[in-house]
């Protein structure tokens, strides 16, 4: 049984509900149709998921992979516009330069090396800041490449859409008045049944309300719910958590190369499969 502060419902703050609602193809269809609407001018009819490899990478490859999940979507519209959106999810103003920098690679993804920029596609980047409080009162920011020209050919669809559930103004709650994106914004507000139970009565949009049914904590496991709980504990910390992910990471390795002795096999072997250095596989064996 998991002995530690109790979590009665989930948010999308944690990457088990985000991979888990975002994964579902007419969901995030929906979500992305209402996040753009203004940014498009035909709704999304059709998308693909698209490889991420370009963030996993590199020695920090375990905290990047568990600790950013991102997405990323080949989108065709209505009018058979073709584009490209990310979303990814951070707690506080931390995460800017990372959404900065993600998107950036998203955008210079569409180009092959050596090839020619005859087409070059609208890109959007849709960031949650579930913690931030922003020096606005927006629930939807946009960032874009812009010109201190008033006529410019520098006309590319670049754009960073930041999301601030905490600026769902309280008054729209209690006076049961939320527009389309505020409802998908109530995914991670709610943290306990009770409100949930509440704010499930505001919603009106099929896909919101199948998410928002998605969100409960009765269907994990729970080693799942460990996962929530190590996330809420140390993701304000990004030092100690990523510290606790690389003990985690070793421990693991220990445990595997202890078993790999235990059946004689060559500590070479053992030293490349790990990463665990020759002699102190030595030494656990004298051990």
């Not at 896909?207 to 993701?235: C, G, H, P, T």
């Amino acid at each position: 049984m998991v002995q530690n502060k109790p979590i009665f419902h989930g948010r999308l703050k944690y990457d088990v509900f985000f991979k888990k609602i975002f994964h579902q193809k007419h969901i995030l269809k929906a979500f992305l149709n209402a996040a753009l609407a203004p940014e498009l001018s035909s709704p999304i009819v059709d998308l693909s998921y698209e490889p991420t490899e370009f963030i996993i990478t590199g020695p920090a490859k375990l905290i990047q992979k568990t600790k950013h999940d991102v997405i990323d979507v080949f989108c065709i519209t209505e009018q058979n516009q073709r584009i490209l959106v990310e979303l990814q999810k951070g707690t506080d103003q931390r995460a800017m330069a990372r959404f900065l920098d993600y998107q950036c690679r998203n955008y210079s993804s569409q180009f092959q090396t050596g090839s020619g920029y005859n087409e070059v596609l609208p890109c959007y980047s849709i960031c949650w800041f579930f913690e931030l409080q922003p020096p606005h009162k927006q629930i939807k920011e946009i960032i874009r490449l812009t010109s201190d020209c008033k006529k410019t050919a520098w006309n590319f669809a670049w754009e960073i859409i930041a999301l601030y559930p905490k600026n769902i103004p309280e008054s729209h709650i209690k006076r049961q008045q939320i527009n389309q994106l505020e409802e998908w914004l109530l995914l991670d507000v709610v943290q306990d049944t009770e409100t949930a139970r509440a704010m499930h009565g505001l919603l009106r949009t099929q896909e919101v309300k199948e998410a928002f049914s998605q969100m409960d904590l009765s269907d994990l496991s729970e080693e799942q719910i460990r996962r929530i709980i190590f996330e809420e504990q140390y993701a304000e910390n990004v030092d100690l958590y990523e510290e606790k992910l690389r003990e985690r990471e070793r421990e693991n390795k220990l445990e595997i190369a202890k078993n790999f002795l235990a059946q004689d096999i060559a500590i070479d072997i053992i030293a490349r499969s790990t990463g665990i250095e020759a002699q102190e596989l030595e030494k656990i064996k004298q051990s």
